[in-house]
């Protein structure tokens, strides 16, 4: 089974934002790679199959941020 492509839109005001991101998400067990651009307002995940697309959501909302959009795989998702 191929790993999972995770895109989120979370509203940043800071540097400090993103790094709280990335360690959140880091955090989750099956991320193999993750990447934030605080310019676009970006995270990207690669996961593992084992790693839903609603843990990462849960792990970003988590640090108290608005989530803007989602998708999963190029699949548009709840947010």
């Known amino acids: 089974m191929p790993d999972h492509q995770y895109k989120f839109n979370v509203q940043m005001g800071c540097s400090g934002c993103s790094t ?6 880091e955090a989750s067990t099956g991320v193999k ?4 651009c605080f310019e676009e307002q970006t995270v990207f995940v690669v996961a593992e199959p ?8 849960g792990a ?19 947010v």
């Open 60 to 78: 970003i909302k988590a640090k108290g941020k608005n989530v803007r959009s989602g998708e999963a795989d190029g699949v548009a998702q709840t």
């Open 20 to 25: 709280a991101i990335k360690e959140a998400v």
């Open 50 to 57: 084992s790693l839903s697309y609603e843990t990462v959501l």
């Open 33 to 36: 790679d993750s990447s934030i």
